[in-house]
């Protein structure tokens, strides 16, 4: 690459960088018009903090009806607050675990980094309750790692795909997330970010070439399809994403007759 092809280059990736700011910036102001701050609905505290020791773990039944009952256990424990004003705090906390619980976490452990939360109005000897592991150290050395591993086998491309990746993640949690709690559009605003990500992404990884923009035009070819077929089948098929809309639809197309060929291929088709 000669010095003039190099001035292009850094030209054109520069503008991209340029652009790629201000579709950020202004896409989050945007997005923060009509934007409602739910924090002042949830009265609850949520801290960090490490399990001491493990107190006790007792069984309670609870009639659910004349046929069946609610088990479940509590798991009582000590952990030190290490973040917000109670942190070097011990306090006391519990871990409940039953069967009507899509997840449990599993039983914690001294040594255990997890979040607590708390009502302030909530009144009783175990106000503090265990919400979830904490899992950013844990992440944060993973990612770490992978962005050393970019850099290292992938040189100049391992840098640019990590500049790619922040604007891909600012865009998502920055401009879209925020656009779409707002109440604005989704399926416009999902197709703006794509377009966004698609061009940034391939302009400052491959640069500004035929092949970018080969790779351009076919991927907002599907993603356009995959918006306008979106927009159609939403109307058609009245979809709500509560409930399973699977199962209903292979309610209505299950054959009455098992030997029905037709419908059970149709229905093969749709699983």
Wanted: proline share 3%; charged share 15%.
């Amino acid at each position: 690459m000669d010095k003039q092809d190099k001035k292009k280059f850094l030209l054109t990736y520069c503008l991209v960088l340029l652009i790629s700011v201000l579709y950020i910036f202004i896409g989050h102001n945007l997005a923060m018009q009509n934007y409602q701050d739910f924090a002042g609905d949830d009265q609850s505290i949520v801290v960090k903090a490490t399990v001491k020791e493990v107190l006790s773990q007792q069984s309670n039944d609870y009639p659910l009806n004349d046929f069946e009952d609610v088990v479940s256990e509590i798991i009582t424990f000590t952990a030190e607050i290490t973040s917000g004003a109670e942190k070097g705090t011990v306090v006391e906390a519990q871990q409940t675990l039953d069967y009507y619980t899509a997840v449990n976490l599993k039983v914690v452990e001294p040594g255990d980094k997890v979040l607590l939360y708390t009502y302030p109005d909530i009144i009783g000897d175990y106000p503090w309750q265990l919400s979830d592991y904490e899992r950013f150290d844990t992440i944060s050395v993973l990612l770490i790692i992978f962005l050393a591993l970019l850099l290292l086998f992938g040189g100049t491309k391992g840098l640019n795909t990590i500049i790619s990746l922040t604007l891909t993640c600012l865009a998502v949690f920055y401009v879209f997330i925020p656009a779409v709690l707002a109440g604005e559009n989704v399926y416009l605003w999902s197709i703006v970010t794509c377009i966004y990500i698609t061009f940034m992404t391939l302009f400052i990884v491959n640069g500004v070439n035929t092949k970018s923009f080969a790779a351009i035009f076919g991927c907002l070819g599907g993603v356009l399809l995959a918006g306008m077929l979106t927009l159609i089948l939403d109307g058609m098929l009245e979809l709500t994403g509560v409930v399973n809309d699977e199962s209903v639809i292979l309610l209505n197309i299950m054959p009455d007759n098992p030997l029905d060929l037709k419908a059970l291929i149709f229905a093969a088709i749709i699983i």
